[in-house]
């Protein structure tokens, strides 16, 4: 069962989270580490999968790069400003049930201020970040 859960945006961090996945493995096996919907069978449930994963955890890793606050969907909106959004639900989900979430800054990222991001993922902020 994935302990670690990897939180990322793929237009903003894929590359610094494949390398972080693939430092994690080496250290705690694959087993141990979920990054995102490639893990995921074919035919399986994507929210169902999706949303054990997250109820499972026990330490949650959210890549932030310079673009993550901004990305915008297909309607020029911000995709974090967004309900829906699989990282916000990602986030949310993992803050409220109050494991360790660690921001982890790359690519000189700086982390949000509290007024930039919605409600549900303000605890996000609070925590001491991580750069790489």
């Known amino acids: 069962m994935s302990k670690i859960f990897i939180s990322y945006r793929r237009d ?3 590359g610094y989270a494949g390398r972080l996945y693939d430092r994690l493995v080496k250290h705690f096996g694959a087993d141990h580490i979920f990054m995102d919907i490639d ?3 074919p035919g399986e449930d994507f929210v169902e999968v999706l949303q054990k994963k997250l ?3 026990q330490v949650a890793a959210v890549l932030i790069g ?3 606050l901004d990305i915008k969907d297909e309607f020029g909106q911000r995709r974090l400003d967004n ?6 639900i990602e986030i949310a989900t993992l ?3 109050n494991i360790r979430v660690i921001p982890v800054l790359v690519g000189g990222a700086m982390l949000p201020r509290s007024s930039q ?3 549900p993922v303000i605890p996000l902020v609070r925590r001491q970040a991580f750069e790489i």
């Open 83 to 88: 309900p829906d959004d699989w990282v916000r």
């Open 66 to 68: 310079k673009s993550w």
């Open 117 to 119: 991001i919605p409600e």
């Open 39 to 41: 893990q995921i069978e």
């Open 55 to 57: 109820q499972a955890v």
């Open 95 to 97: 803050l409220y049930r």
């Open 12 to 14: 903003d961090s894929a």
